[in-house]
């Protein structure tokens, strides 16, 4: 296929003169219309895309689109939400207007810290209950955890980040793509979040019948959990009906199928960045060690590499065709933290791409796993009998073939994504076919990119903490997550 860019395709439009534009459709701008409408990016059997030869999954923690992007210019964010008067006791002027149900409160957002110190519930009952059959206004009747543990969240789930503490987030949608409706595929915690990035479900059976929710009972979560008392939580669909089982699913090392059975198959590298830990495994916050296939075989040896690699081997020439990315604590936005390094982290990695030979045809994907128990004011639209997919979630994302805003300034994307449209966007990539779970039924994130267009040149991001203070950080040895 013959790329154009957007200067000769303007010419086309206006002269029809130009050979291959002609009169009517012009048969380049067609071909290339029909590419991006049909996500046909790649040139299937495996061989190289066209346009994008790398993928990077940067999977950032619990925060909803409202708490980091309520403010945003043009994105569908929320200045307040309603509150049930039971959530509990807010000294703020409250008001029953705004259209909220009867015995709720108007509850306005207000700035808070990064690095707040509350970590609200936010498991698979959590969001039946903020959801509320749609309602949406049960946010505050959260328990916490942290040092708010026993507290009622009350109006402090109803918050926005201070927007100069994420600097490099909004720098970031300002030249690029902000998604504003991402949803995350199950209304569950960390652990079945990132089992849907690899494989689009945590569905158990042939029949669709059985599917994992929550997490598991311990850490590790995965083959490596030592203790066979260890299990997951479990929905079964019977008789139209949904019945769920907590702490009554099998344990956590499964045999479904993932996105890493479609790279294999067309030998397109992939590799998994999760954080170190005491062991060394690296089996402590890694979606793959609930895998058995690459728990137990050789990939875990030769695809599974350390968080802190990840922009060694970036400088180094060593960066996979797709690769996943997971925090370190210490960098991670996950309520409770006491620290502001996660922009700057994810900052570090935008930039190291962007500086090096791979920015041409790469695609970075920056995506929060749940809502972490935060106010969000766009009921999530419900596609199946699991309860469809979960709240809404930010994403950013960075590409030289990004599509442009007015003014050649940032996108928003006001498409229904959810995490199944960035497994169906890598599919169609490589030409891999589909794993057949939610990527089936998701729209890919590919009408956020334009392959017509003129490769931008790469603007670094600026950011408080440089790249140099990550190359150099020492790991915390801690788990992202516990929820």
Same mark, same amino acid.
């Given at each position: 296929?013959?790329?154009?860019?957007?200067?000769?395709?303007? +010419?086309?439009?206006? %002269?029809?003169?130009? &050979?291959?534009?002609?009169?009517?459709?012009?048969? %380049?701008?067609?071909?290339?219309?029909?590419?991006?409408?049909?996500?046909?990016?790649?040139?299937?059997?495996?061989?190289?895309?066209?346009?994008?030869?790398?993928?990077?999954?940067?999977?950032?923690?619990?925060?909803?689109?409202?708490?980091?992007?309520?403010?945003?210019?043009?994105?569908?964010?929320?200045?307040?939400?309603?509150?049930?008067?039971?959530?509990?006791?807010?000294?703020?002027?409250?008001?029953?207007?705004?259209?909220?149900?009867?015995?709720?409160?108007?509850?306005?957002?207000?700035?808070?810290?990064?690095?707040? *110190?509350?970590?609200?519930?936010?498991?698979?009952?959590?969001?039946?209950?903020? =959801?509320?059959?749609?309602?949406?206004?049960?946010?505050?009747?959260?328990?916490?955890?942290?040092?708010?543990?026993?507290? *009622? +969240?009350?109006?402090?789930?109803?918050?926005?980040?201070?927007?100069?503490?994420?600097?490099?987030?909004?720098?970031?949608?300002?030249?690029?793509?902000?998604?504003?409706?991402? @949803?995350?595929?199950?209304?569950?915690?960390?652990?079945?979040?990132?089992?849907?990035?690899?494989?689009?479900?945590?569905?158990?059976?042939?029949?669709?019948?059985?599917?994992?929710?929550?997490?598991?009972?311990?850490?590790?979560?995965?083959?490596?959990?030592?203790? #066979?008392?260890?299990?997951?939580?479990?929905?079964?669909?019977?008789?139209?009906?949904?019945?769920? @089982? @907590?702490?009554?699913?099998?344990?956590?090392?499964?045999?479904?199928?993932?996105?890493?059975?479609?790279?294999?198959?067309?030998?397109?590298?992939?590799?998994?960045?999760?954080? &170190?830990?005491?062991?060394?495994?690296?089996?402590?916050?890694?979606?793959?060690?609930?895998? *058995?296939?690459?728990?137990?075989?050789?990939?875990?040896?030769?695809?599974?590499?350390?968080?802190?690699?990840?922009?060694?081997?970036?400088?180094?020439?060593?960066?996979?065709?797709?690769?996943? /990315?997971? &925090?370190?604590?210490?960098?991670?936005?996950? $309520?409770?933290?006491?620290?502001?390094?996660?922009?700057?982290?994810?900052?570090?990695?935008?930039?190291?791409?962007?500086?090096?030979?791979?920015?041409?045809?790469?695609?970075?994907?920056?995506?929060?796993?749940?809502?972490?128990?935060?106010?969000?004011?766009?009921?999530?639209?419900?596609?199946?009998?699991?309860?469809?997919?979960?709240?809404?979630?930010?994403?950013?994302?960075?590409?030289?073939?990004?599509?442009?805003?007015?003014?050649?300034?940032?996108?928003?994307?006001?498409?229904?994504?959810?995490?199944?449209?960035?497994?169906?966007?890598?599919?169609?990539?490589?030409? %891999?076919?589909?794993?057949?779970? #939610?990527?089936?039924?998701?729209?890919?994130?590919?009408?956020?990119?334009?392959?017509?267009?003129? $490769?931008?040149?790469? #603007?670094?991001?600026?950011?408080?903490?440089?790249?140099? =203070?990550?190359?150099?950080?020492? &790991?915390?040895?801690?788990? /992202?997550?516990?929820?």
């Amino acid at each position: 296929m013959i790329r154009i860019t957007r200067y000769a395709l303007a +010419a086309c439009v206006a %002269l029809a003169l130009l &050979p291959g534009c002609g009169g009517g459709s012009p048969p %380049l701008l067609r071909q290339a219309q029909d590419d991006i409408a049909r996500g046909n990016t790649g040139s299937g059997g495996g061989g190289s895309s066209k346009y994008i030869q790398h993928v990077v999954i940067v999977i950032q923690e619990n925060r909803s689109f409202d708490n980091l992007f309520a403010t945003y210019p043009g994105a569908d964010g929320a200045t307040g939400g309603c509150m049930k008067t039971s959530s509990g006791s807010d000294p703020r002027p409250q008001t029953t207007s705004h259209g909220c149900p009867s015995g709720d409160q108007w509850v306005a957002l207000t700035e808070e810290d990064l690095a707040e *110190k509350c970590d609200w519930s936010h498991g698979r009952h959590n969001f039946l209950t903020d =959801y509320d059959g749609g309602a949406m206004d049960e946010f505050g009747t959260e328990g916490g955890g942290n040092k708010c543990s026993g507290q *009622k +969240a009350g109006t402090k789930a109803y918050v926005y980040t201070n927007p100069s503490q994420i600097a490099p987030y909004w720098a970031i949608a300002g030249q690029y793509v902000l998604a504003d409706h991402m @949803f995350q595929t199950q209304g569950s915690g960390s652990f079945t979040a990132h089992q849907d990035l690899i494989a689009g479900g945590t569905i158990l059976n042939p029949t669709k019948t059985h599917s994992v929710v929550d997490f598991p009972t311990s850490m590790p979560w995965g083959c490596d959990n030592t203790d #066979t008392k260890t299990v997951t939580s479990l929905l079964i669909w019977e008789h139209k009906t949904v019945k769920g @089982f @907590f702490d009554g699913g099998p344990f956590p090392c499964f045999t479904y199928a993932t996105l890493r059975d479609l790279l294999d198959a067309k030998s397109v590298s992939w590799t998994y960045y999760s954080p &170190p830990e005491p062991n060394g495994t690296g089996a402590l916050w890694n979606a793959f060690d609930a895998i *058995k296939a690459v728990r137990d075989g050789p990939e875990w040896k030769t695809n599974i590499r350390n968080s802190t690699d990840l922009l060694s081997d970036i400088s180094g020439g060593k960066l996979a065709n797709v690769a996943w /990315v997971v &925090p370190d604590d210490n960098n991670s936005d996950h $309520p409770a933290v006491t620290h502001d390094l996660g922009p700057s982290w994810v900052a570090s990695i935008v930039n190291a791409i962007g500086e090096s030979s791979y920015w041409d045809n790469t695609a970075i994907v920056v995506v929060w796993d749940d809502w972490g128990g935060f106010y969000d004011n766009e009921p999530p639209p419900f596609f199946d009998h699991w309860g469809g997919v979960g709240f809404r979630v930010p994403m950013l994302l960075i590409s030289p073939y990004a599509k442009e805003g007015k003014g050649h300034k940032g996108y928003i994307s006001h498409t229904k994504y959810e995490f199944g449209s960035i497994l169906k966007f890598v599919e169609n990539v490589w030409g %891999l076919g589909q794993l057949g779970t #939610t990527d089936t039924r998701a729209t890919s994130i590919v009408d956020s990119f334009d392959f017509t267009q003129a $490769p931008r040149k790469f #603007t670094p991001i600026s950011s408080t903490y440089s790249r140099a =203070y990550f190359l150099h950080q020492k &790991p915390s040895y801690l788990p /992202v997550d516990s929820e």
